[in-house]
């Protein structure tokens, strides 16, 4: 957003044509954050290493103990559901462990992504709105300085970063949360558990799954950077910037996994 | 006339309303131009506009020789580079020393570390904020944060100063003191200022060339003399001039 006129200090219109706007902001913000990458990449600039390190701690550390519980609760929810089946219907094991597998490949992203959002989302569009409620965003534009590089530019790689950990650490914690249960209730043995992963999730799989976090990561990123800056200059754009942001991110994490879905 | 800023037919609307009304303007390179009026009457908007941190609904704003709406990101930054700006209200960085603030025009335009800490020590000393380089803005008076404002404005030396709210946070003292540095200025390298205020008692004597806006429209441009002259006719006039707010 470099030099841009009029950045975004006004509060967008309303309707199909506010949106359009939005999109455009979007795309600028993102060419601009992908700019200021490159620049980086290139020695020509640098990453504003508090802005990264705080926004790791905020997108990763703070909701590590959140997630962890949110991780133990499906796999055990998951893993009462398997016993029940197991119990009531008397089917083979591995096609139920397989559906299981499947159902945690398909959910994990999408709540790190509802996770992310709710935290690191919020945090940057309030962090942007609040930039320009209080003159701070006109101070650097007027000194010549990107606004990206203190707001947009650390989130972004600290969401995509913290996005693939989140998933790693979810999905193993998942899974083992799951395997420990039915082999305590059920006596499913782990070897089993394991032959149900290599059987239902091929490589592709498995891309797609580490891939989706970080799709959603930019889409959260880019939409709590539009809500953040479209909340114009006044007091209350704050509240609006942050539950916009939760609104729009869940809708476009559910309707991005919708697409994967439908391509496969 | 060689312009630093023409604005041609301007108009802004902000919430459905005309905010400025077919504004037309211009301040040649090297000039001072103060533009009083009282609160609302459109100044920090005309302003804005002069900066390029909004774009008018209507009207062209040409600003040392460039059309904003016209200018690529590149060219943009290059712009900012030759122009200064203290804000209403305040736009220094909370989470950044007061140093740093300083420093933030330079940053990106290849001045080398000496260079910077040159120019950073003569902007202290000039403003009188030693001792402050390590603080944030929340610690500092609001004269303090105005005079770190203005030392940000020039540290790069710029051509064009937009001052918008002159008398924010200073007292008459104040007032001369930073009247006196950028007649310095004006002196050493013909800096143009565009200064905004609603109090113009004190600040007439300054020997600006005097623009009053109200209500969005432009209601006089001339000298201080011709304006005295011209309110001694017009009601409106005497009333921006008593100081209203």
Redesign the interface.
Known sequence: ???????G??PLCRGPSGWLEELGLAWLTLVSCLGLYLRILGGR?HLDVPAFAAALRQTGLSVLPATTLVALALGLILASQAESVFEDLDLPRLPVLAIGVKVVLELVPILVGILVAGRAGVALAVRQAGLTV???M????????DPVR?TLGPVLLAMLLMSFALTVWIGLTTCGALATWLWARVGVPPALFVEALQQSVDLADLFEGLAKPLIFAVAIALIASVCGLAAGRDPDGLGRAATRTVIGAVTAILLTDLVFVLLR | MDAAVEIEGVFQH?AGRCALDGVTLGVARGEWLLLIGPNGAGKTLLT?LI?????PSAGTVRVLGRT??G???????R???E???V?Q??????GLTVLD?LL??L???GATRAEMARAARLAVTQLQLEGLEGERPRGLSLGQRRRVELA??LIHRPSLLVWDGLTEGLGPAGVRETLDLLRQQHANRGLTLIATDNRPAELLASGARVAVLDRGRLLFDGSPAALEQAAAGRLELRYVLAGHP
Request: neutral net charge; without cysteine.
């Open positions: 957003m470099r030099g841009s006129y009029a950045e200090t006004q600039d209080s003159g701070e006109d101070g650097l534009i007027v000194s010549g300085i203190f | 902000v804005r900066l390029g941190l909004d774009a904003l709406s200018l690529g990101a590149g060219a943009m930054g712009w900012r580079g122009v200064g700006a804000l209200g305040g736009s220094l960085l909370a603030n933030l025009p940053r990106g335009t940000r404005a």
